[in-house]
């Protein structure tokens, strides 16, 4: 829980579709927002906060995302940014604002401001506090997303919301991380940038990129830390939140995990596990425990880059976090005829893990994804009706 | 059907998931092939054969894409060349193969051999014969695709596979297109490799870019044609096969139309077009009779191109070929609270179409697609077992 870090202060309320929460913690910060076109208003304000390098608070709604909204949608996310801003004392740049849900529709800010008093009068620090928060800004989300790394002088600790519409680049995916560690705002980009690079960027869904998405990294500045270690660490709590997503995928019955080792270079790796975790045909083939290796060859084929012939291809099948088998799909390019060996570890597991040795160079890297269930399309040809 | 085309004589069995096809046709030739770095067998082949510029006949197989098989699966794929090349008495290159089906699986040599006896003796040029080369290179299809376009002076006639696995760049989709017009190679692939950009390459089942993939033009050079005329309704036979492609998109119930205008430029137009129905969530709602155009404004934002906030977005619904209605949902970038209307037009409709006004320049374009139902997660889910 967030409030593991020192100075964390936070609260949140779900009713029915609508979620209101508020993290009070002064920090350096970065952040990493969508590349979407159509940012949504709260990105654009926040974006702009965030410049200072510093900030005091974030105040976030769930239910609706305030995205396509025009001039109105962008007064409604400095009037959120304000609400907060006052009570702290604080200039509205020192307050970051964020919202998921809906796209197109106004927000309803007399809910807002109506709920905003309750929250903010119950903020604290205990582990309650913190998965109240959490859960206020889901939304399809099946469970809060909440993880904490104790290193050597420094805690990290993060929360995230996220379940459909994740994409390599973003996606409606909030994610705030804190720290008690003591870095500038330069450094705390670049090394969020590398961390959100190598976990939230790796993971699919449904491959849609949000007009939402933003990680919020904020140091409190207590303690001195390890640069190289602090990285490691970040880098570990974002790949634990980002596989938390993944798990959580819309409809989801297993979690998806692509390896791809022997690449020309670790770029062309991570895109490839990408292109795999990516594949459409490769999540409906899981979900129906079909070690349907051929579309992972395709799904490499097409991701542009460089192939042979002679790759590896194996399975690994794991169930509550313990492996129930693994076996050899293709080896030197050859089909080694394990399917049925492959289809019942695939049924025995929650977690399949594809591992692929492309046999080109020393690249390697990976992706998150889910499995493409009847439930996904239950969910997702239903929401606003 | 293609022997629609003078000089075109061809059969085709089926039995069970395997199917042979046999087209004979001498003519000038140009060929579009998939951008997969796993090329399939047959698809190398081919591509070495149409460079000579001239072929006498066809062999196809489906049930299995010889692909990712190795040099067994090359030698297998010249086999089948040489088949129908030696009863031609032509040379090898004189002979286009293709394959579509599971990958990864040596073909069934003996099963083609036995078979094709039987196939070369029964070619004829009825509609008949026509007919069941189109059903013997059909696979998850739901009914064979043929068209023919009767044009002052000139025939084209085409046959295309096609349901899953496609994608922008082409999928595991055959189509072969015949003419009785009189073109040179060179011109035939200028005017081809135009024609299946605007046509298969905006087209989008799934997403998935095949090993498979490759669109024939073959011309028997009887009659000189007006080259514009013939690039025009070249254009237009590849766009109907390609919507019947759509239509028949695997588990598909709804066919969709993305027609976007005031784009930058036309490829803008068409990047944007693609995207909106690629995106899996646009599908889903589709799907659902769910006007959720909070999506396709994502979609627009994530396809990378330029955008402004004063769009227009409409939607119209068909059945058998029939407007049903029209609402707008989004007007200079405001909704149009329209949702309810947009519900009720998009349930009665088998066909909806999306109409964009970007507002940014003059660009158009269009793309093809269907909606994503659980009828396609079933059948993807169960391919191989």
Excluded at 16 to 44: D, E, Q, S, Y
Excluded at 300 to 319: A, H, R
Aim: aromatic letters at 8%; hydrophobic letters at 40%; one cysteine or more.
């Amino acid at each position: 829980m967030i409030t593991a870090v020192e100075g964390v202060k936070c609260y949140g309320i779900k009713e029915g579709k609508n979620g209101l929460g508020i993290v009070v913690c002064k920090g350096k910060v970065a952040g990493v927002f969508t590349k979407n076109r159509f940012k949504a208003a709260p990105v654009i304000v926040t974006q702009e906060h965030v410049e200072s390098g510093e900030i005091e608070g974030i105040i976030v709604n769930s239910g609706n995302a305030n995205a396509f909204t025009g001039e109105e949608g962008l007064r409604n996310a400095k009037k959120m940014a304000e609400l907060l801003a006052k009570k702290l004392n604080v200039p509205i740049h020192k307050i970051a604002v964020a919202s998921t849900g809906v796209i197109g529709v106004q927000l309803d800010m007399g809910w807002i401001e109506g709920k905003f008093e309750e929250v903010f009068a119950n903020l604290g620090t205990s582990r309650e506090h913190a998965l109240s928060f959490a859960k206020s800004i889901m939304t399809t989300d099946s469970f809060p997303k909440e993880c904490v790394i104790r290193a050597d002088g420094f805690t990290i600790a993060g929360v995230a919301k996220g379940a459909g519409m994740i994409a390599p680049n973003m996606a409606t995916m909030l994610a705030f991380i804190f720290t008690d560690a003591d870095f500038e705002p330069y450094e705390l980009r670049n090394m969020l940038k590398k961390a959100v690079d190598r976990s939230f960027n790796v993971t699919v869904v449904d491959g849609d990129t949000s007009t939402n998405d933003m990680v919020l990294l904020i140091a409190t500045g207590k303690n001195k830390v390890d640069r190289t270690l602090f990285e490691q660490k970040l880098t570990e709590i974002c790949i634990d939140l980002a596989k938390m997503i993944a798990k959580d995928g819309e409809g989801a019955t297993k979690f998806m995990e692509v390896r791809v080792k022997g690449a020309k270079n670790d770029d062309e790796a991570f895109k490839a596990a990408k292109a795999v975790a990516s594949s459409v045909l490769v999540k409906t083939a899981v979900f129906g425990n079909d070690p349907n290796w051929g579309r992972i060859i395709a799904a490499l084929g097409y991701s542009g880059i460089e192939v042979s012939e002679k790759l590896d291809l194996s399975v690994e099948g794991f169930k509550d976090g313990k492996s129930v088998g693994s076996v050899d799909l293709v080896k030197d390019g050859k089909s080694m005829m394990n399917e049925d060996k492959a289809r019942e570890i695939m049924k025995k597991s929650d977690e399949i893990v594809f591992s692929i040795d492309l046999k080109v160079g020393d690249g390697s890297g990976y992706a998150f994804g889910c499995d493409l269930s009847y439930e996904y399309v239950r969910i997702n040809s239903e929401y606003t009706t």
